[in-house]
């Protein structure tokens, strides 16, 4: 098992980093709160993670997972969201969005129109999550509220290019795709969002 991972940063995407260590390049997935905290940090610099290895159990086979943190209260936060009937692994990583007093507290208040602006979250999720873990979750809430900036912009959008690029769009036409997307959403909140509607303004057109 692989508890701690202490190297080099040389890629950093959504919500998945590769950390060099000792030649040797780590897959490693970390919720959006992390990742938030990794856009601050350099290609070639340092960085030390608290990890987890699980297998995310797919129809027909198990995929391994290597998973990042911050630190020990963040990791013991994000098996506590494992915990809840039908997340999933994926699914805890998209959730655990925002810092761990904010998400802890609007469990525990049972805050489910706060829970509902979260990724991923609707009506039935929010209540899953308060009645798994109201009463599971009050220590996380204690802890001092923690700033971490929005994503930028100017990386969402390079992130959606590359994506896009990728696909076999070239970089012109991936870049007017963008624009149009930008125009209805100025300010994605990830590069899903902005991919999601990226296709419906696409799929509008065609219409």
Partial sequence: MIGRLKGRLVERHNQRLVIDVNGVGYEVFVPGVVARWAE??????????????????????????????????????FEKLLSVPKLGVRGALQLFAVPMAALARAIEDNDQKALMKLPGVGRQRARELVAALQGKVAKFALLAEEEVPAPLVTDVVSEALEILESLGYTRSEAQRMIDAALERLPKPSSVEELIRTVYQVQRERRE
């Avoid at 797919?58 to 995929?63: D, F, M, V, Y």
């Avoid at 943190?69 to 990791?75: G, I, Q, S």
Wanted: hydrophobic letters at 40%; zero cysteines.
């Fill in 40 to 77: 601050s940090l350099k290609i070639g610099e340092e960085v030390e993670l608290v990890t987890l290895y699980l297998l995310q159990m797919e129809p027909g086979r198990a995929t391994p997972m290597l998973l990042g943190f911050r630190n020990e209260l963040e990791r013991e936060f």
